[in-house]
C-alpha cells in the first residue's frame, strides 16, 4: 500500500500520515521522489482501510500496490536510487551516471597478499575493495577465511590506500562485526534467503550489496532486498552473479537480461559479477563489457596477482594487467551510454 503526497506536502504533514499508519499498527516508509514523497506501508497482511488516510491533509492519493514487493518497487519510487557508499577517498555512487567498480580477491588470505593486489587494483583505477574474511564454501573443509583478523587487513587496506571496503557476512555474528570495517556488506548468493541475516542486514546503516541466489527468481530476489528494506536500511546494491544451468562451459550462466528486468521493477541499481557468473578467467573481460554495455550500475570482479596460488576462486581470478585492461574498456564502452567510471 502507498500514499502518494501532494508535491507541496509540508515535513509536518508527512510525519502526521507517518503517525497514523504506524497507530493503525504498520510500518510507514517515508520515500522522497524528485516531485514528490510517497509513503509505503508494510507490516499489514491484507488491504489496509484507507478511509482515514485519504483525507488527511497533504495526501493526493492511496494507491494499492499489486506487486508482492513494495518498497523495492517502481511503483513506490519513480527515479533511480542512488546508492551513496562514502570511502576515505570520496563518495561512490551505484545507480547514477557513473558506474562503480569493486575489485580485488575472493578471500582475504594473507596480510601481503591483501596489500599487493589493494595497491595494483587501486593503481588500476578502482576505488572499492573486495575480499572475504568470512567465506560461505560448499566444503567444509575447503580455507573458510580468516575472520576478524582478515577483517582488521582489510582495515589497514582502507587506511593505507584509502579504497572502500566491501566484505561478506555470513551470518548476524559475522555481521556485527563487518559493519564495524566494512563500507558495503556483502549478502552471498548462499544466503539470498537467509531471512534472519537479511533482517539483521536491515537494521544496519551501512549499503548492502546483495547477491542473486544461484536459483533464485527475479520475484525471490526483488523479495530480498524488500526484507532489507522493510525493517529501514534503504540502501541495496543488486547483484547478479550467474544462475544455475546445464552448462558445462562455465561455473554459473551469468543472466545479463535480469538487468534490464530488474530496472524495468525496481528503483535498485544493479550490479554484474562476470567472475562467480562465469568461474573462468577468459570470460571475465567479454562479460564485463557486456555487462556495462545491457546497462549495469556496477562491476564486481575478482583479481589475485597470483591466482594459481589463490586460496579461493583461482580460476576465475583476472590478474591486475587483465583488471587495468577492464577498467579502460568498461570506461569507452560506458562513454557510448553517456556514463562515466567512477
Ligand atoms: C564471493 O563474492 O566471493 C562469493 C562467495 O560470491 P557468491 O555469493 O556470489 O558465490
Ligand atoms: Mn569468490
Redesign the pocket.
Known amino acids: 500500500m502507498l500514499v502518494v503526497m501532494q508535491a507541496q506536502a509540508t515535513e509536518e504533514q508527512i510525519r502526521a500520515v507517518c503517525e497514523r499508519i504506524e497507530k493503525l499498527g504498520l510500518r510507514a516508509h517515508p520515500i522522497p521522489g524528485a516531485a514528490r514523497t510517497a509513503i509505503g506501508i508494510t507490516g499489514n497482511s491484507g488491504a489496509v482501510d484507507f478511509g482515514t488516510l485519504d483525507s488527511m491533509p497533504g495526501v493526493i492519493d492511496c494507491i494499492p500496490v499489486s506487486k508482492p514487493y513494495k518498497l523495492v518497487s517502481r511503483d513506490v519510487k519513480e527515479e533511480n536510487t542512488i546508492v551513496r557508499v562514502p570511502t576515505p577517498s570520496g563518495e561512490v555512487t551505484f545507480g547514477g551516471k557513473a558506474i562503480g567498480v569493486v575489485a580485488g580477491p575472493?578471500a582475504i588470505e594473507t596480510r601481503e597478499q591483501a596489500l599487493t593486489i589493494a595497491q595494483l587494483v587501486k593503481a588500476a583505477g578502482a576505488r572499492l575493495f573486495r575480499g572475504?574474511a568470512y567465506?560461505?564454501r560448499t566444503s567444509p573443509y575447503s580455507f573458510q577465511g580468516l575472520g576478524e583478523p582478515g577483517l582488521q587487513i582489510l582495515r589497514e587496506v582502507r587506511d593505507k590506500f584509502g579504497l572502500g571496503i566491501v566484505t561478506?557476512a555470513i551470518d548476524n555474528e559475522s555481521l556485527d562485526l563487518v559493519e564495524k570495517y566494512a563500507d558495503v556488506i556483502?549478502i552471498?548468493?548462499?544466503n539470498m534467503q537467509n531471512f534472519s541475516l537479511l533482517k539483521r542486514a536491515g537494521h544496519s546503516q551501512k549499503p548492502v550489496l546483495l547477491?542473486r541466489g544461484m536459483s533464485a527468481t527475479l520475484d525471490e530476489f526483488l523479495m530480498a532486498a524488500e526484507y532489507i528494506m522493510s525493517e529501514g536500511n534503504y540502501s541495496v546494491i543488486l547483484c547478479e552473479?550467474g544462475v544455475r544451468t546445464f552448462t558445462d562451459h562455465t561455473r554459473n550462466t551469468l543472466d545479463l537480461s535480469v538487468v534490464p528486468a530488474v530496472q524495468r521493477h525496481s528503483h535498485l541499481p544493479i550490479v554484474v559479477?562476470p567472475s562467480?557468473g562465469t568461474g573462468r578467467r577468459n570470460k571475465v573481460l567479454p562479460l564485463s563489457r557486456a555487462a556495462i554495455a545491457v546497462g549495469a550500475d556496477g562491476i564486481l570482479v575478482?583479481v589475485h596477482h597470483e591466482p594459481d596460488r589463490a586460496l579461493s576462486?583461482g580460476p576465475q581470478s583476472i590478474l591486475p594487467e587483465e583488471f587495468t585492461r577492464l577498467i579502460r574498456e568498461a570506461r569507452d564502452i560506458a562513454a557510448v551510454l553517456g556514463r562515466t567510471i567512477n
Open positions: 575472493c572475504g567465506k560461505p561478506e556483502q552471498g548468493a548462499r547477491k552473479r559479477d562467480h575478482e576462486d
